[in-house]
């Protein structure tokens, strides 16, 4: 059974930081490329930051500089470090595995407010 399972989501004032993690289980992580995505409410979900399984990584213009995306595959776990938080990050971030199959774990929120 496959699961991806996202945390570290919460309420951070602008400028502020957070660390999501998403640990996968049931897969050959070091195979997979991983994602974050986001959806805010009314929008389009849109992929934040990539990683392949050499990781190389990309990100949307809109985190560039502020974001980073990395793999530990010794514990099977993609990260995104997000620093100088905007109220436009505020949205639900979802991690997806890709490889021959496709998996998507179940979201976690980040609300940026002050």
């Known amino acids: 059974q496959v699961q991806l399972v996202e945390s570290g989501g919460g309420e951070v004032q602008p400028g502020g930081s957070l660390r999501l993690s998403c640990a996968a289980s049931g897969i050959i992580f070091s195979l997979y490329s991983m994602g974050w995505y986001r959806q805010a409410p009314g929008k389009q979900r849109e992929l934040v930051a990539a990683i392949t399984r050499r990781s190389s990584t990309d990100y949307v213009d809109s985190v560039k500089g502020r974001f980073t995306i990395s793999r530990d595959n010794t514990k099977n776990t993609v990260y995104l470090q997000m620093n100088g938080l905007k109220p436009e990050d505020t949205a639900v971030y979802y991690c997806?595995?890709?490889?021959?199959?496709?998996?998507w774990g179940q979201g976690t929120q980040v609300t940026v407010s002050s």
């Open positions: 997806k595995a890709n490889y021959v199959s496709v998996y």
